[in-house]
């Protein structure tokens, strides 16, 4: 079985539209070879690590972080475009708080370990882009864990222990060491990486390139 790991961050619209575009490069795969298997393992990344805990205002941070209204407008407009073709909407008007995420990756790693958390991620997803939720938060989080099938109490224990807060930053820094610093990036059976929300072709390629 081949192993895709996504390394990620859940306030990136750009990793949203990557992870729709891998997809679509699996289905394309599979279209040539039926049998075709893999395992998407999600990796953390903190596309702003020194986001506060709680969070920060969205809007203010990001008019600071690319020049004023104008440019983040464009911005948003070309990420909407980018993401049509592939059924995402973004709200970015519903948006108030650019979450700190360390708490959401830590509901993955959790539920990576009981499986696929794909209909996690895609939840999470939803929530911070289309929602306007507050991913930071641990009540949502577990709300969106029960959603997506989790058992509501061991995931609020869970979430609330703080346990695997060192793993999981542990994992980032693993990643960065490794010389990746932006997102999405995909590495397809540790040898081929993909960086970017890259057209499903250059995807599937890379995923046909371990099977040789």
């Known amino acids: 079985m081949t192993t895709i790991e996504i390394v990620s961050d859940l306030v990136c619209p750009w990793c949203y539209i990557g992870l729709r575009r891998l997809d679509a490069a699996i289905a394309d795969v599979r279209r040539e070879l039926p049998d075709f298997a893999c395992e998407k393992r999600w990796r953390p990344f903190f596309l702003n690590p020194d986001t506060p805990p709680e969070g920060e205002p969205y809007l203010p941070f990001l008019e600071k972080k690319f020049g004023g209204p104008a440019p983040v407008a464009a911005l948003f407009e070309r990420v909407r475009a980018a993401g049509r073709p592939w059924g995402v909407e973004y709200a970015f008007e519903k948006i108030e708080v650019r979450a ?3 708490q959401a990756h830590r509901l993955i790693h959790w539920a990576q370990q009981r499986g696929d958390a794909q209909a996690l991620v895609e939840r999470l997803f939803v929530a ?5 939720e ?3 938060d641990l009540a949502l989080l577990a709300q969106v864990a029960v959603e997506c099938g989790y058992p509501g109490e061991e995931v609020a224990a869970y979430l609330s222990s703080g346990r695997d807060v060192d793993t999981v930053r542990g ?4 990643v960065r060491r490794a010389g990746i610093h932006q997102v999405p990036t995909f590495i397809v059976d540790g040898r081929h990486v993909v960086v970017g929300a ?3 072709a250059v995807l599937a390629a890379a995923i046909r390139r371990t099977l040789d």
């Open 128 to 132: 911070q882009f289309q929602r306007g």
């Open 171 to 174: 994992m980032e820094a693993e």
């Open 134 to 136: 507050r991913i930071g």
């Open 198 to 200: 890259e057209d499903p």
């Open 100 to 102: 700190n995420t360390l």
